[in-house]
């Protein structure tokens, strides 16, 4: 117990010494604050439309202007996070518990057991992932958690990949035969001396699936397959903005900066995550 509690309170020390991953963990949760609060802090629900406003650059009454039905695009943008967000990390979530699991089960037992789930691996990347989703919407109903489990669903066979192959690289070093040797259990093998070297790339892999999960759930969403009007996400905005970017650019501007902001944060985040989790890192 105290060599797990040494592991987690060094890597939180490293952690805190990384201004760039503890700049990017206050923008996270800034954004997770806002989100949580939109239905206080918006000036307009996101539903409410003003015709006769319809698109309007930003003015003291609309900060960030207004789309083509006359919705407050700062209302629409703060209730869109609450969406993008709670996607990106519920379908990642599902994604690495999957693919985590998958890996590590394929790399540490090998031979028949790892030839056969790795096949399996490479016949689901065969499938399209949308054929999957709509697979899922068909057989259980349209649903909005449904939506973000089917796309965790479909992201988590490069995690198994990734998790593989490093257990396959970790298996037979010394410190591995030896816990074998003493007859460490296979789930104390996995929870005390496989997973805590890989945390690393698991983490900065899963600050990279929630951007690419958004935008999954944007694709789906233009399909009339994930969010529907007048509820909307980031992904939805941007993709109402690049259809009247020329004439009103701002309907594009503020939501692509939100998200490449969220992107920034996420990555910067990960990197301090890899390198305070990596057992070798040392402060000398």
Same mark, same amino acid.
């Given at each position: 117990?105290?060599?797990?509690?040494?592991?987690?309170?060094?890597?939180?020390? #490293?952690?805190?010494?990384?201004?760039? &991953?503890?700049?990017?963990?206050?923008?996270?949760?800034?954004?997770?604050?806002?989100? +949580? !609060?939109?239905?206080?802090?918006?000036?307009?629900?996101?539903?409410?439309?003003?015709?006769?406003?319809? +698109?309007?650059?930003?003015? +003291?009454?609309?900060?960030?202007?207004?789309?083509?039905?006359?919705?407050?695009?700062?209302?629409?943008?703060?209730?869109? +996070?609450?969406?993008?967000?709670?996607?990106?990390?519920?379908?990642?979530?599902? &994604?690495?518990?999957?693919?985590?699991?998958?890996?590590?089960?394929?790399?540490?037992?090998?031979?028949?057991?790892?030839?056969?789930? *790795? #096949?399996?691996?490479?016949?689901?990347?065969?499938?399209?992932? %949308?054929?999957?989703?709509?697979?899922? *919407?068909?057989?259980?109903?349209?649903?909005?958690?449904?939506?973000?489990? &089917?796309?965790?669903?479909?992201?988590?066979?490069?995690?198994?990949?990734?998790?593989?192959?490093?257990?396959?690289?970790?298996?037979?070093?010394?410190?591995?035969?030896?816990?074998?040797?003493?007859?460490?259990?296979?789930?104390?093998?996995?929870?005390?001396?496989?997973?805590?070297?890989? !945390?690393?790339?698991?983490?900065?892999?899963? =600050?990279?699936?929630?951007?690419?999960? *958004?935008?999954?759930?944007?694709?789906?969403?233009? @399909?009339? !397959?994930? %969010?529907?009007?007048?509820?909307?996400?980031?992904?939805?905005?941007?993709?109402?903005?690049?259809?009247?970017?020329?004439?009103?650019?701002? @309907? @594009? %501007?503020?939501?692509? !900066? =939100?998200?490449? %902001?969220?992107?920034?944060?996420?990555?910067?985040?990960?990197?301090?995550?890899?390198?305070?989790?990596?057992?070798?890192?040392?402060?000398?």
């Amino acid at each position: 117990m105290s060599n797990s509690s040494s592991l987690w309170s060094d890597a939180f020390r #490293r952690l805190i010494k990384n201004k760039a &991953a503890v700049g990017g963990a206050i923008v996270l949760l800034i954004l997770f604050i806002l989100a +949580a !609060l939109a239905p206080w802090i918006a000036p307009y629900p996101y539903a409410y439309q003003n015709l006769d406003l319809g +698109a309007s650059p930003p003015s +003291a009454e609309h900060l960030l202007g207004t789309d083509i039905l006359g919705r407050d695009l700062y209302s629409r943008i703060l209730y869109g +996070a609450r969406i993008s967000l709670l996607v990106g990390f519920v379908a990642t979530t599902v &994604a690495l518990f999957i693919g985590v699991t998958w890996g590590l089960i394929a790399g540490y037992f090998g031979g028949k057991i790892d030839t056969v789930m *790795m #096949r399996i691996v490479d016949v689901l990347y065969g499938i399209p992932f %949308i054929i999957f989703i709509i697979l899922l *919407m068909v057989v259980f109903g349209r649903n909005l958690w449904l939506l973000f489990i &089917a796309i965790g669903a479909v992201e988590w066979l490069t995690m198994a990949r990734i998790v593989r192959g490093q257990v396959l690289s970790l298996k037979n070093q010394e410190f591995i035969l030896a816990a074998q040797a003493m007859g460490v259990s296979n789930f104390s093998m996995f929870k005390r001396h496989l997973l805590p070297n890989i !945390l690393g790339p698991i983490a900065v892999y899963a =600050t990279l699936t929630i951007p690419q999960v *958004m935008l999954l759930e944007s694709f789906l969403s233009f @399909l009339g !397959l994930g %969010i529907q009007p007048p509820m909307s996400s980031w992904g939805t905005l941007i993709k109402d903005g690049v259809e009247s970017m020329e004439e009103y650019s701002w @309907l @594009l %501007i503020y939501p692509g !900066l =939100t998200f490449t %902001i969220t992107l920034f944060a996420l990555n910067f985040f990960g990197d301090g995550l890899r390198d305070a989790l990596d057992p070798k890192t040392s402060d000398n």
